[in-house]
């Protein structure tokens, strides 16, 4: 449980809204008795593109629903907010603002080690919705023309140049800048270019006296500055700069909802990832966030110290689904069906997702192969993440480090017609091992509460402990070797006086009400790890009951084997769902 915050005194009203790609979200948080409390919350199409190309009118769209749930009258005749909120309570007093409608950053990425410099920018960069439109480096072996030709064609929001460690060696690096710079003359840009430099510190003045006269020139410190360390956070504070000023202020009709705002307008990620730390911080535990957006893909680490954040905007659910068969075959995605199903037909469905992203599953099969999809997108992005963040591996799976909670969300996870199915959904995909609660953000309202804990936090805390997240329930998940058939795990639930046993390579759900605060004993077999180390079990643990029906323990193994023989396959991921309430 959260800390108590004393009641608020002369409390503020708060509207926030989150405009994403497809999905304009509005929340209404307000005082009721002693306590914030979610108010309502809407939902509308973003209104970035033609015929509207106005994201106050999606903004607008949603307020009304408001005021029509409520009866709360939030704007006037002319369409403008009413504040600050009035005694007879019409209005609010304050408005907010975050996004991820923007577009990726598009980024010329330029360093001398693929494995060294480059993987740290790539780390400063993951912070921000990025797209990675040309990189240079020593392992490229076209000749400059070529090279120069790749500049020009590239047509990059920013150029991001690393490499060297400080005090090392110069030329090469500058070789690779002669380059950018021979491609900058030629190039024929609407703005200025924006160069940003995280290198070699020897090559400071040198890099501004090169690219001062056509480009702005951004210096951070050494994101490599030797080859056992980085330093990310000046050059990853620059880069979301950029992107604030060059993608988000740039939103068509933005400029009413910045006069609005009574606070910065700050992208999804970050906030959701303030949240997540918050969250870290007021429960002293480590949490594992995960954003499943139609337009990228986000995990946040985050621990009371701090928080890693990675975005990866070449994966989505909406229009870069597509590019999933760039990483996968459709036949990897098919296996999670339990339905036949050719490998053409996954592939068309994905295609059309693609093309037709606001479409919702309209018969079983399609929402398995939706789900499924979903299952890849996580896998890759979780990939991407852990080799960028050096996690350990388990064969092809990553390990990620252990955490208490798993915070999720993303509309296909809070639509899903089965919280059973959002919490396989997740285990298949991200196949986390140890002991953990699991919550989704069914309402979107996580990324409003970051943006509100930084300026209120004790409204934020609030309406975090009055229950807006769904609570999905426990997991107890093993790893290490085990054998088919032989118990995995042994539980008692002391509160129900419940007892029994997992065999290795089943996923079981043992009864507990949602809610309800119960002490579990769980022993390991053998040297099963459920994070406590080999062979340890914990006494009396308390744990309460979520709304997939109990403690799951999913001893199914890690990395998850799947059976050869399609039809066997397809009976297990049918068992699975049954077994999981799907």
Not at 46 to 53: H, N
Not at 398 to 427: D, E, H, I, T, Y
Request: aromatic share 6%.
């Amino acid at each position: 449980m959260m800390p108590s915050i004393p009641e608020p005194e002369n409390p503020d009203s708060y509207l926030i809204a989150d405009v994403g790609r497809m999905t304009t979200t509005v929340v209404l948080l307000d005082v009721v008795g002693t306590s914030y409390r979610l108010i309502a919350r809407a939902t509308a199409p973003t209104t970035a593109v033609a015929p509207w190309s106005d994201i106050t009118t999606g903004v607008n769209q949603a307020i009304r629903q408001i005021t029509r749930t409520t009866g709360r009258k939030l704007v006037n005749e002319r369409g403008y907010l009413i504040q600050p909120a009035q005694q007879n309570g019409v209005g609010i007093d304050h408005f907010g603002l975050v996004t991820s409608a923007g577009l990726p950053l598009r980024t010329l990425l330029a360093g001398l080690y693929e494995d060294v410099s480059l993987i740290s920018a790539r780390k400063a960069l993951g912070t921000i919705y990025y797209e990675e439109v040309e990189t240079l480096s020593l392992a490229d072996t076209r000749d400059e023309a070529e090279q120069v030709t790749a500049v020009i064609e590239a047509k990059p929001d920013i150029t991001f140049i690393t490499g060297g460690t400080d005090g090392g060696a110069k030329a090469r690096l500058m070789q690779l800048m002669d380059v950018i710079n021979l491609g900058l003359q030629v190039s024929h840009t609407a703005q200025r270019p924006q160069i940003i430099y995280a290198g070699n510190i020897n090559l400071r003045e040198p890099v501004r006296q090169l690219f001062s006269n056509k480009a702005n020139v951004h210096v951070a410190n050494n994101v490599r500055p030797t080859l056992d360390s980085e330093q990310l956070n000046d050059a990853a504070h620059i880069v979301t700069g950029l992107y604030e000023e060059l993608k988000i202020q740039t939103l068509p009709g933005i400029q009413e909802l910045l006069d609005w705002s009574s606070f910065p307008v700050q992208a999804t990620a970050r906030t959701f990832a303030r949240i997540s730390q918050y969250f870290a911080a007021l429960q002293n535990q480590r949490i594992l966030g995960v954003d499943l957006g139609s337009n990228s893909v986000s995990f946040i680490l985050a621990d009371p110290a701090g928080e890693q954040i990675s975005v990866q905007s070449d994966l989505g659910m909406g229009q870069p689904i597509q590019n999933l068969l760039d990483k996968v075959t459709p036949e990897t995605i098919s296996r999670w069906v339990p339905t036949e199903i050719s490998a053409a037909d996954t592939a068309d469905f994905i295609l059309n997702k693609s093309i037709h992203p606001q479409t919702i599953p309209m018969t079983g099969l399609e929402l398995q192969l939706e789900q499924a999809a979903a299952r890849e997108i996580l896998r890759c992005a979780l990939t991407k993440t852990a080799e960028n963040w050096g996690w350990d591996f388990n064969g092809p799976q990553p390990v990620p480090p252990s955490f208490g909670l798993l915070l999720a969300r993303g509309s296909l996870l809070a639509n899903s017609p089965r919280p059973g199915q959002v919490m396989l959904m997740l285990l298949d995909a991200l196949q986390p091992a140890g002991t953990f609660s699991v919550a989704v953000d069914q309402y979107g309202v996580l990324p409003a509460l970051g943006l509100l804990a930084s300026h209120a936090p004790e409204a934020a805390v609030q309406v975090l402990e009055a229950g807006v997240l769904s609570d999905l329930g426990w997991v107890i998940a093993p790893s290490g070797k085990g054998q088919l058939g032989k118990t995995a795990v042994k539980v008692s639930i002391e509160t129900t006086g419940m007892e029994g046993e997992v065999e290795f390579g089943k996923i079981e759900i043992f009864p507990i009400p949602p809610g309800q605060l119960v002490e579990v004993t769980v022993q390991p077999a053998g040297k099963l790890d459920i994070g406590f180390g080999p062979g340890q079990g914990r006494q009396k643990m308390k744990i309460y009951g979520g709304i997939v029906g109990g403690l799951v323990i999913d001893a199914r193994g890690r990395p998850l084997t799947l059976p050869s023989d399609e039809e066997e396959r397809r009976t297990l991921m049918r068992k699975w769902l049954w077994d999981m309430g799907g």
